[in-house]
């Protein structure tokens, strides 16, 4: 995928995802915050956390990135305050076991940004036609609703879905160019046909119930008079009245 990515098609898509991705991850704060893709390509350059992670498939060892599989992360749970799954979804056999070690290691009330292909777009139909196993149309183009569900499932909220890449998907440098055209067209007139989609969602906090301890109920003491003291006070009484009355 890092190779396709360095042709005109490949650097006219990461345009329109950085376009689209620097304002959501310019409202993304924190310490740590991790990007999981099938690719050495940082899309991290313009975010204002410190702490940048890029973990990578094995094949990508050339790069100076850390090598690690994305389905079981070497990462403690709730450690990170976003993950950017930057198609990784598309390239694993497994999608939704991968998005949920993202959602492990992400803090809650932290963010999880999921970039993907669109099936309902033009991407999607020259998948179907497409004659050879290459990239990237042999990649899953897993559809944003199903994600969404998925991300439901995991306790997350859906705080905002975007797309983008109106190109068409035809590797040619002169078509390339004539995308611009196409890309405010698109934006303006059938946004959810993007070559890709963004979905941005925020871990939910669950709330915590107190549960006081329930103390066992002591009886109060009850006090029981002998009958024999009860009726001879009774006596006693009677007869106080009596000599009270004589006199």
């Keep these: 995928m890092a190779e396709w990515l360095q042709t005109p098609l490949g650097q006219a898509l990461l345009a329109s995802e ?22 050495n390509q940082s899309m991290l350059d313009e975010s204002p956390v410190g702490h940048k992670i890029l973990f990578v498939p094995s094949q990508a060892a050339g790069s100076d990135a850390p090598i690690a599989s994305n389905e079981a992360l070497p990462l403690m749970s709730e450690s990170v305050d976003a993950v950017l799954v930057h198609h990784a979804l598309d390239f694993t ?8 070690e ?9 963010k999880l940004l999921i970039v993907g292909f669109n099936p ?20 899953r183009f897993i559809s944003s609703l ?19 890449a109106y190109m068409l998907p035809f590797n040619h440098q002169k078509m390339v160019n004539s995308g611009g055209r196409l890309e405010s067209l698109g934006r303006r007139f059938a ?5 890709v989609y963004v979905i941005v969602a925020c871990k939910q906090v669950m709330p915590v119930t107190l549960v006081m ?4 109920r002591i009886p109060r003491p009850v006090i029981v008079r002998p009958v024999g003291e009860t009726a001879g006070a009774r006596r006693g009484l009677r007869q106080k009245q009596a000599r009270n009355t004589l006199q």
């Design 102 to 110: 993202a959602a492990r290691v992400v803090m809650p009330g932290g």
């Design 120 to 139: 309902l777009s033009t991407w999607g139909v020259r998948k179907l036609f497409r004659w050879r196993n290459d990239l990237p149309w042999n990649a």
């Design 146 to 164: 199903r994600v969404s569900d998925w991300l439901k499932l995991l306790d997350f909220k859906i705080d905002k879905v975007e797309h983008g």
């Design 191 to 195: 946004p959810p046909a993007g070559a």
């Design 213 to 216: 301890p329930r103390w066992p």
């Design 18 to 39: 950085k376009q689209i991705l620097e304002p959501l991850l310019a409202r993304v704060f924190g310490y740590h915050i991790l990007q999981l893709g099938c690719s």
């Design 93 to 100: 056999p497994d999608s939704y076991r991968l998005l949920r």
